[in-house]
C-alpha cells in the first residue's frame, strides 16, 4: 500500500526514493539502472523498491462505494 520508509531487512531509508524510481521506471528505464542511479545497491533494499506493488488507489474505490450506499433503517 504504503512503502515502507526503511528497508525490514537493514533499515536502510528507501521510501525516499519511490517517487523517483516509479516515475523513471513507468517513463521506461530500466529498473536495474534506476537503482544504481539511485544508490540502491543492496539486494534487500532493491526487493523493496522492485516488489512494491501500489494498491491504495484500488482500496479507495471500495471506500468510496462504500460511502455512497446509504445506510438501512433499522426495522
Excluded at 36 to 54: F, N
Amino acid at each position: 500500500m504504503i512503502i515502507p520508509v526503511r528497508c525490514f531487512s537493514c533499515g536502510k531509508l528507501v521510501g525516499d526514493k519511490w517517487e523517483d524510481f516509479a516515475r523513471r521506471v513507468k517513463e521506461g528505464e530500466d529498473a536495474g539502472h534506476v537503482l544504481d542511479d539511485l544508490g540502491v545497491s543492496r539486494y534487500c533494499c532493491r526487493r523493496m523498491l522492485l516488489t512494491h506493488v501500489e494498491i491504495i488507489d484500488e482500496i479507495i474505490q471500495f471506500y468510496e462505494t462504500g460511502k455512497k450506499r446509504q445506510p438501512r433503517s433499522g426495522s
